[in-house]
């Protein structure tokens, strides 16, 4: 979620400016109230809602729509498959298989959820510094033991990857190609044990890097976040528009 390259191509704007305390229960509370509606208005309103999140976060679109579409690779099956598989009114037949009615709805409101969901995510929170997350989860009260391996499963996950990228490379230069053969599954299971050394390596230097920052277990406070005249307004225009989409839930 928190990609530093895609916080970057963010434009900073309103949302930025926010309480992180504020930004992170906001997403909270989209996310539950997304989750448990089930009307196709009141979720249609609820990606609407989340576009306009995105619209003033100032997302970069190409980037948001990249990451939506990798969402969507992964439902897309569970998608296609709850038409045939939903009980209910007949609406085609494919070969000798019936798609209902309830099933295309079902899958329809999944495909909703999730994408308001992650946008409404991606503009509160996926443009906050990993420094701000640490210090408003500590402020939220979160234990520590959570805060830290958040922080840095976040912070190393794309190191990792890099050092994943560089071993390839060095492959590809041997006039590496991965086939279906012995040898193929013995080099990727080296460039597998390689990658495991050199994490154990670098977490060893990322410790006693932290610990001559002074780390002691604890994650200690340096700012105090404030809750503002802004944060206010943003309050009361965000339950206003979720109290709406309860609304059009209660709609008969």
Request: proline share 5%; glycine share 8%; charged share 20%.
């Amino acid at each position: 979620m928190i990609d530093p390259d895609f916080r970057d191509s963010v434009v900073q704007g309103p949302v930025q400016r926010l309480d992180p305390r504020l930004r992170l229960l906001a997403a909270l509370a989209f996310g539950v109230v997304t989750i448990s509606l089930r009307e196709t208005a009141a979720l249609a309103a609820a990606l609407v809602l989340a576009v306009l999140l995105a619209a003033v976060a100032g997302l970069p679109w190409r980037p948001t729509l990249r990451k939506l579409a990798a969402m969507d690779a992964f439902v897309v099956m569970a998608l296609a498959l709850l038409p045939f598989t939903v009980p209910g009114e007949e609406l085609f037949l494919l070969g000798p298989w019936p798609a209902s009615r309830e099933g295309l709805l079902q899958a329809l409101a999944v495909a909703l959820k999730a994408n308001a969901a992650l946008l409404a995510l991606l503009a509160l929170a996926g443009t906050m510094e990993l420094s701000a997350l640490g210090h408003a989860l500590k402020h939220l009260k979160v234990p520590d033991a959570l805060i830290h391996l958040l922080l840095l499963m976040v912070r190393y996950v794309d190191v990792l990857q890099r050092e994943y990228g560089r071993l390839r490379l060095a492959m590809r230069a041997r006039a590496f190609r991965p086939r279906s053969d012995r040898h193929t599954w013995r080099s990727l299971g080296y460039l597998v044990g390689m990658l495991l050394v050199r994490s154990v390596e670098r977490s060893e230097r990322v410790l006693a890097a932290m610990k001559c920052r002074g780390f002691d277990g604890h994650l200690h406070l340096v700012d105090e976040m404030t809750f503002g005249w802004a944060d206010a307004a943003f309050v009361v225009l965000f339950l206003g528009g979720l109290a709406g989409l309860v609304g059009l839930e209660a709609l008969p």
